[in-house]
């Protein structure tokens, strides 16, 4: 799904309001998952905002147990995007090619993406970012996963260090001159 920003720039409110649902292939699953929400995109004198709420159910397999399970995420949307780099730039009051060296502490504000030249936005891909960053790093099923027990025993004693791996063994010959 694609939104012409000048499409909505004449519009009275300068803001659009519409329904998303669609079918997603993501490579990190087996099965696609239809991401469906609300999604409000306004215009301003700085850019673009894009606010919204998402949700969705992925089967994804978890790391411990490799079993499939169902996880439910609800993924809030927040994209800005600006007009163009000379706009970054006078917000630094500097020139264009300094508007990314000088240091500043970063606010959630500060987190943009530039308008592609042809005023045209993806609203899929940058609903799939979002998915794909919603994932979970590691994917674990919950308590009553099947898997093999991360605890540690309490009454398990440290291997001694006379023991050597008998794998090792023949190196120790290397040693035996060395050691007077």
């Given at each position: 799904?694609?939104?012409?920003?000048?499409?909505?720039?004449?519009?009275?409110?300068?803001?659009?309001?519409?329904?998303?649902?669609?079918?997603?292939?993501?490579?990190?699953?087996?099965?696609?998952?239809?991401?469906?929400?609300?999604?409000?995109?306004?215009?301003?004198?700085?850019?673009?905002?894009?606010?919204?709420?998402?949700?969705?159910?992925?089967?994804?397999?978890?790391?411990?147990?490799?079993?499939?399970?169902?996880?439910?995420?609800?993924?809030?949307?927040?994209?800005?995007?600006?007009?163009?780099?000379?706009?970054?730039?006078?917000?630094?009051?500097?020139?264009?090619?300094?508007?990314?060296t000088k240091e500043k502490e970063l606010n959630p504000e500060d987190f943009y993406e530039v308008l592609p030249d042809d005023k045209n936005l993806d609203v899929s891909d940058i609903v799939y970012q979002a998915v794909i960053v919603s994932l979970p790093a590691f994917a674990h099923c919950g308590e009553a996963c099947r898997g093999i027990p991360v605890t540690v025993q309490a009454n398990d004693e440290p291997e001694s260090d006379d023991k050597i791996d008998p794998r090792w063994e023949s190196l120790k010959s290397l040693f035996q001159n060395k050691e007077n």
């Open positions: 799904m694609k939104l012409n920003i000048d499409e909505i720039a004449s519009a009275k409110q300068k803001r659009l309001t519409f329904d998303f649902c669609e079918d997603m292939e993501i490579a990190e699953l087996e099965d696609p998952g239809t991401v469906s929400g609300s999604i409000t995109v306004s215009i301003n004198d700085g850019g673009v905002k894009m606010l919204g709420t998402l949700a969705c159910v992925l089967e994804l397999n978890c790391d411990v147990c490799l079993q499939p399970y169902v996880l439910p995420l609800e993924i809030d949307l927040q994209e800005q995007f600006v007009y163009s780099r000379a706009y970054v730039s006078s917000l630094y009051d500097c020139d264009e090619s300094d508007a990314y």
